[in-house]
């Protein structure tokens, strides 16, 4: 009996680790995934403007337009938020299963559907690995607590500095290609 007490401590030892480095790994692999879907470039104050000065994923208070008329001077603007996993100002109530959940769909912690300026729909398409790999990085970052402000509806008036992407579109009228001409 105390053998086998003995070798079942010595599993268990030897198992922890294991699953550690197992988590540590695939942490690794969400942190690998992150930076390379440019998650920071939104979801850091001051990446939009190209001078990133805040702690990566805690959110930022400059905002995206997500309308597409680049005229107005009340657009909708959407904050990135703190993606870390702080209770009160970030992620730190959501389960790996929400997070997972949102990647793929979309659908918050709320059960609001996300504006496709957070690229959900082509994170839809990550691997089980990779989705599962992202959440567990998320989760294993230090909480920041950092208040972003609330989107704003479209029409609503904003002291809030905001940023417009891909809503320009410039079709010249004629060219020299297009006149057969050469250039």
Known sequence: MRIRCLGLIAC???????????????????EYLATILGCGGCHTEGALLGEPSGEWLTGSRIGVAYTPDNTTQTPGIIFPSNLTPDKKTGIGRWSKRDIVRFLRTGMDHYGVQANTVMPWPNYALLSDKDVNALAEYLLSLDPVENQIPDSIEPGEPSTEAFVRIGVYLFIPEETPAAEGQQP
Request: proline share 5%; net charge neutral.
């Open 12 to 30: 268990i030892t030897l198992f922890l680790p294991l699953t550690g480095m197992a988590r540590s790994s695939a942490a690794e692999h969400g």
